[in-house]
């Protein structure tokens, strides 16, 4: 899709600063689109001097598009506050007109965790959606994606975006490429999975399929949007007869991630694994930058606290005995 043209006073900076935060390798997609608005704002109102852009514009621009959940009006918030604080930086201009106060965030999603039994009847469900004229082996397809996602921690986008060539069936590993931040890593698979995946892609493509070939595709388009994948799962939950805790969201499909992420926790510390130690391995895995990104997943359960209550009483009891 095209995207609209730039048209106001602020056009060549922005635009300057969309390139800079990009050289870093950032997507910053959403954050050029907020720009975009303002800069359409600035333009339909006719302020054509930068000098003239104060607090009291961007709170006129902030009214104009209208924000209901804190997290969306802090994003767009934020975007411009980053913007400008650039823009003093370069000397393009004396001060930061960005001075509103972000919203407080008293909603904040707690996601659901999928045990086993529930992994286990999402995929038994997604097995049994039958094929449509656009959809061969729908059914299939969808057990195979969402297996991905809870039993490896894909995110939704690298799931959908796998092509035949990413799987190694030598090291039993899957290459994601380019994910969040333009990154790419290995994932093991595991003999299970790997056998798992080797079964699907002979069901689904035979020995014929090319290594640029989707893995998840029923056209000869393109992959399964992540759009697609998510308006699917949210199909089949009602199927499912889950039931959400008080307080804790109903399910998406990013939260089978979250699913992974304390599952294994959960099975560190009944192996007698230190998390501690690791936390690291997990990172890598989930393909995060350092540990402090993965804390953010790891959703403190009524099980894990038992589990870390039964650790900590056991290391008070060796201190007791010395």
Request: glycine share 6%; with cysteine.
């Given at each position: ?137 729908r059914g299939l397809v969808y057990e195979t994606i969402f297996a991905l996602l ?173």
């Amino acid at each position: 899709m095209r995207q609209p043209e730039l048209r106001s006073c602020l056009t060549a900076a922005i635009q300057q600063f969309v390139a800079y935060k990009r050289a870093l390798n950032r997507k910053y997609r959403s954050e050029a689109a907020a720009l975009r608005l303002f800069d359409r704002y600035l333009w339909e109102n006719n302020i054509a001097d930068g000098d003239e852009i104060d607090s009291a514009v961007i709170g006129q621009f902030l009214q104009s598009r209208p924000r209901v959940r804190p997290r969306s009006y802090n994003h767009l918030l934020g975007v411009l506050h980053c913007f400008f604080a650039w823009a003093v930086v370069q000397g393009l201009r004396r001060s930061n007109p960005v001075v509103a106060r972000r919203r407080r965030d008293t909603g904040q999603r707690i996601p659901y965790l999928f045990d086993l039994n529930g992994a286990k009847r999402l995929l038994e469900t997604a097995r049994a959606l039958p094929d449509r004229s656009r959809a061969p082996h729908r059914g299939l397809v969808y057990e195979t994606i969402f297996a991905l996602l809870y039993g490896l921690g894909l995110r939704v986008g690298e799931d959908s975006r796998l092509k035949l060539g990413d799987v190694d069936f030598t090291r039993d590993t899957l290459i994601i490429r380019n994910t969040k931040f333009s990154k790419s890593r290995l994932v093991p698979l595991g003999p299970k999975f790997a056998q798992r995946v080797r079964s699907y892609i002979a069901e689904r493509y035979g020995d014929a399929a090319d290594a640029e070939t989707p893995l998840f595709s029923f056209t000869k388009r393109g992959c399964i949007c992540e759009g697609t994948i998510s308006q699917t799962f949210h199909k089949l939950v009602p199927l499912l007869g889950l039931h959400a805790p008080p307080g804790v969201s109903q399910p998406r499909a990013h939260d089978l991630r979250h699913s992974f992420a304390v599952g294994t926790l959960l099975r560190w510390y009944r192996e007698g694994t230190d998390p501690n130690s690791r936390l690291i391995h997990l990172s890598t895995f989930l393909g995060h930058v350092d540990p402090c990104s993965t804390a953010v997943y790891l959703t403190i359960t009524d099980e894990l606290l038992q589990e870390a209550d039964q650790r900590f009483r056991r290391f008070a009891l060796k201190g007791v005995g010395k």
